[in-house]
């Protein structure tokens, strides 16, 4: 019999992992799998740091059940222990922009599914300094928003929760600005920033800010996307156009495709890695790991139940 880690995240969207563990457990011994379960529980200090090598390497499948941030911890702690295992994601976050992007579905026994009977994609991811992610590392307004939303509150609304805070602190938020020379191999720039995002995702936060252009998972590139300082209201509006609609024909938004990235500012800049706080620093280094990790993506299944 083939073996399975089953590291889930039992308050990760609406704690409803917790409420179908048997049931999960269930579905992968009815299709031959033996598994172990891991709980995560951030609150009572039950995390990934006591996995070792050994921990893992007997599993023929990992199967991440959480939100983002659950998935790129693992993603994270994988590489540090220098491990490429095949990797399964049971989504149940409030956002789960990454999931979207790969074909993997909400619903827990359809995720499930895929885990199994899906089709495996290598992709790439990033590094920020000395930590990983998964799609996303962002700065500036709203970033922080991520993760310092209450999770009692996410779990009871959602994604809502996130939209209840950034109209809460939309006025501090938009006045968040932050003076930084932004340097690639192909172009630098220096001036006053409000947000900023390198991701490898069709989605950020749930607003679908790539779909339509030409955005892969494992091209060896990933996105930056940058929106400067806005100087009056009627900047502001055009900005909050290419939110709604993904303008880009405008000069405060800017999108180009990196391989590598320094940043520099004379404060500190907060960065939130996948849905998580990252850390701050005056000087960034982002790069980018083609090809680092093999999961099952729901682009193509078969009949198996």
């Known amino acids: 019999m083939k073996k399975v880690l089953l590291v889930i995240n039992i308050v990760s969207g609406k704690a409803q992992l917790s409420r179908k563990m048997v049931t999960i457990m269930e579905y992968y011994t009815l299709h031959g799998y033996e598994p172990t379960v891991h709980i995560i529980d951030p609150g009572k200090k039950l995390t990934l740091e006591t996995f070792d090598k050994k921990d893992i390497e007997d599993y023929d499948l990992v199967v991440v059940g ?108 938009i006045r968040y600005s932050r003076h930084m020379k932004i340097e690639s191999d192909s172009f630098s720039i220096e001036d006053d920033f409000v947000f900023g995002a390198v991701s490898n995702s069709v989605s950020v936060g749930g607003i679908k800010l790539f779909e339509g252009r030409d955005v892969g998972l494992d091209d060896g590139k990933l996105e930056l996307l940058l929106i400067k300082a806005p100087q009056s209201v009627a900047d502001l509006q055009i900005i909050m156009n290419f939110l709604g609609k993904g303008d880009l024909d405008n000069s405060y938004v800017s999108l180009h495709q990196i391989e590598r990235l320094k940043i520099t500012s004379d404060e500190d800049i907060a960065w939130a890695i996948d849905g998580e706080y990252g850390g701050s620093s005056k000087y960034t280094q982002i790069s980018i790991i083609d090809k680092a990790v093999t999961i099952m993506s729901g682009s193509s299944m078969n009949d198996k139940s």
């Open 66 to 173: 959480g939100g983002d941030g659950t998935l790129n911890h693992m993603i994270d702690h994988l590489m540090n222990l220098n491990l490429k295992p095949l990797i399964g994601y049971i989504p149940a976050g409030s956002t789960n922009d990454f999931a979207r992007s790969i074909g993997i579905p909400a619903d827990i026994i359809k995720a499930c599914k895929v885990s199994l009977y899906g089709e495996p994609f290598t992709y790439d991811i990033g590094k920020l300094n000395d930590k990983y992610f998964n799609y996303v590392a962002a700065f500036g307004a709203f970033s922080e928003i991520s993760y310092a939303t209450n999770q009692d509150m996410k779990n009871a609304l959602g994604y809502a929760a996130y939209m209840i805070s950034a109209v809460t602190e939309f006025n501090q938020n």
